[in-house]
């Protein structure tokens, strides 16, 4: 946590001195599109873990399957995490990827301080989902995350709720959700699982558009033999 501070503060540092006016714009473009890159980056993960694989495939089973589907079990079970618990692994994960985007002469202002906030900014929004998806369960909420749920900001309880409705196939975005809704119009997570089907990666028994796909076959099945039997 402390090592994900620091490289925070040196791109915070290189942004107060690189920083211009003129480059205001460019760098409030590569904060919003890092914070929609990153919840693009872990609503994949999100719709990787709950469709894809098992609880025990080595690495990623613990950690995100398992974590994920039980979610939908017992929704509310992230709100007695505490804040290392739900961040602590993520902020461990992120220092790699940070790194060079801390060592970027970012205090020289230009692209490379452009480029720090864009990268910083994609790993916080992927860092803190979990802090976020958490407020969005939580019976009650500090009035300035409140304010930020209901300016959609941030993931707000009524847009997440979505998600949490059978077959749980749609709104897998948990930081805003801001693509939520063009991602699910365009089929995107459908067309995905054709791709990694096609591809050979195993659905998992108990997953997500796996139990609707078997759901939908089996209602054909059913059709197929009413429609024999007359
Ligand atoms: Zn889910
Ligand atoms: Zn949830």
Do not use: K
């Amino acid at each position: 946590m402390l090592t994900f501070l620091a490289l925070t503060c040196t791109i915070a540092y290189g942004a107060v001195q690189g920083g211009t006016l003129a480059l205001a714009p460019w760098l409030l473009a590569a904060l919003m599109l890092g914070y929609v890159a990153g919840d693009l980056f872990t609503g994949f993960i999100h719709y990787f873990a709950d469709n894809f694989g098992s609880e025990t495939t080595p690495v990623l089973g613990p950690a995100f399957v398992y974590r994920f589907r039980q979610h939908h079990v017992e929704p509310r079970h992230i709100c007695t995490l505490n804040f290392r618990e739900l961040n602590g692994s993520h902020m461990l994960v992120s220092i790699p990827f940070l790194l060079p985007f801390a060592l970027l002469p970012s205090a020289e202002g230009g692209w490379p301080l452009v480029l720090a906030l864009f990268g910083w900014s994609t790993l916080a929004s992927g860092v803190f989902t979990a802090q976020v998806h958490r407020w969005a369960h939580d019976l009650e909420q500090p009035a300035l995350v409140r304010f930020l749920q209901r300016t959609r900001l941030i993931l707000s309880p009524e847009h997440h709720a979505r998600h949490h409705r059978r077959p749980y196939d749609v709104h897998f975005c948990i930081t805003n959700g801001w693509l939520n809704g063009l991602l699910d119009r365009l089929r995107v997570w459908d067309r995905l699982t054709d791709l990694f089907v096609w591809m050979g990666v195993p659905q998992a028994d108990d997953s997500v558009l796996g139990s609707a796909r078997r759901r939908q076959r089996e209602r054909a099945a059913f059709h197929d033999e009413a429609i024999a039997a007359e």
